[in-house]
């Protein structure tokens, strides 16, 4: 089983309140030197079978149709490789 | 006989029933439709009601945008079939790009309920000729994803066709009411398609019908009453 990973951000352009109140929870925290922060929404999909181009074509009109809404946001398809999926189970 | 007018039930939806008294109100006979059911009933108008279809999740609206009431609602509104869309009706209408831009939440964080002063910008859609052009009125808003947003080039078109319906007025006290109180682009508060059938706004005219309860005003009705009379004389 391969995971596929769907990664939706507001565009640029688009205020993101949310991000802007974890920036500035950030001096208090004592963290400092962090100019900027925008949240986003990760998708962990778990795909049956090989991620051939097909199936990946499949998933990318999932995420332009229903995952993200491009009036507003920007998304991103990739496969987590094999390693990354193992560390991550640690 | 009188139109009969449609309002889809979700799950999720919260004033469905409220929209149907308010349409009985008004004069026209409402009629429940089921989100499951692609059948319409041969309605003349449909009204998506507010509420949390879904419980918001991925976006609001986004869920419920693929029901299966929700094929046969965007195949005849493009075919000039009269829908409004109040609070998550709007964000289903967006979702449903029946209307452009998209709904995000209050740039302030926080759930968002009082009763709001509005000014109708268009009283020339099927939902607004009881109202004249630059009408003020005062309905009740509720909303977490009330914020406007599009992009430059279509902020510039919705205005320049009129398709800017309501616009939030901002200047007066916020305890009667006025100002911006979701961060929505040029303080839009309901737009239009090009055609003028499909309607969508965030605040509710559903709640504003009765002296009664809401505003103490009647200031919603006349969405009722505009379609009423757009079809029994149509």
């Known amino acids: 089983m391969a995971r596929v990973v769907v990664d939706v951000m507001l565009k640029p352009e688009i205020l993101d309140p949310q991000g802007q109140a974890v920036q500035r929870a950030l001096p208090r925290l004592g963290f400092e030197g962090i100019s900027d922060v925008r949240q986003g929404k990760r998708f962990e999909l778990e795909v049956d079978g090989p991620v051939d181009e097909a199936a990946l074509a499949r998933i990318h ?30 | 006989m009188t139109a009969r007018i449609g309002v889809v039930t979700f799950p999720g939806s919260l004033d469905d029933r409220d929209t149907q008294r308010a349409i009985r109100l008004a004069g026209a006979e409402p009629v429940a439709l089921w989100h499951k059911d692609k059948d319409l009933k041969q309605v003349d108008a449909v009204v998506l009601p507010g509420g949390f279809s879904y419980g918001d999740y991925l976006r609001a609206g986004a869920i419920s945008r693929f029901s299966p009431v929700m094929e046969t609602v965007i195949e005849q509104a493009r075919a000039g079939l009269p829908v409004l869309g109040i609070c998550n009706g709007f964000q289903l209408l967006t979702e449903a790009h029946l209307l452009p831009g998209a709904m995000l939440g209050n740039d302030h964080l926080h759930f968002i309920c009082r009763d709001q002063k509005l000014r109708v910008e268009n009283a020339e859609t099927a939902w607004t000729g009881d109202y004249t052009a630059g009408q003020e009125i005062h309905i009740p808003l509720k909303n977490m994803d009330g914020r406007y947003v599009a992009d430059e080039y279509t902020l510039d078109e919705l205005e320049a066709e009129g398709r800017v319906v309501f616009r939030y007025l901002v200047r007066g006290e916020a305890a009667e009411g006025y100002g911006n109180p979701n961060g929505s682009l040029r303080d839009i508060a309901g737009i239009t398609n090009e055609a003028g059938n499909v309607v969508g706004l965030m605040p509710h005219p559903e709640h504003a019908v009765e002296p009664l309860i809401g505003t103490g005003r009647t200031d919603g009705l006349p969405f009722f009453t505009s379609i009423l009379k757009k079809l029994v004389t149509a």
């Open chain 1, 61 to 90: 009109d999932l995420a332009e149709s229903f995952l993200a809404n491009t009036v507003i946001e920007d998304f991103t398809v990739r496969v987590e490789s094999d390693d990354v999926v193992a560390g991550a189970a640690k």
